[in-house]
């Protein structure tokens, strides 16, 4: 039988949305009893440092700070690529049992 945590993975588009989210979702990892893989993909056509890239960078420290608060261990990926195709081969590679995208404290997922 497979005893590791369960794990949610969360894509962030940069630091706003991660704040207003992240409560919620780090409600959804305890309740769960889970670990989140919190990823931010950054666009490859994009070669030099942007705004958005910076962003990405303080989502996922957000994300790391919210899991220390909480006690929900939090693993931050920064990578590059297409969105989805990223996020398919990602949920893959790293086995997750959920994928949360645009959850926010209104609008959670059904249980």
């Known amino acids: 039988m497979d005893e590791r945590k369960k794990r949610i993975l969360v894509p962030t588009s940069g630091y706003l949305p991660a ?3 992240g409560d919620a979702i780090i409600e959804v990892a305890k309740r769960m009893e889970a670990e989140i893989l919190v990823v931010h993909i950054r666009d490859p056509s994009k070669m030099v440092a942007t705004s958005k890239e910076s962003e990405g960078w303080n ?3 957000h994300f790391e700070e919210l899991g ?3 006690g929900v261990d939090v693993t931050a990926f920064y990578t590059s690529g297409e ?3 990223s996020l398919k081969r990602f949920a893959i590679e790293h086995q997750a049992d959920l994928i949360l995208v645009g ?3 209104n609008r959670l997922i059904a249980e």
């Open 19 to 21: 704040k207003e989210r």
């Open 68 to 70: 220390r608060e909480n």
């Open 103 to 105: 959850a926010s404290a």
């Open 83 to 85: 969105l989805v195709e």
């Open 59 to 61: 989502a996922l420290r």
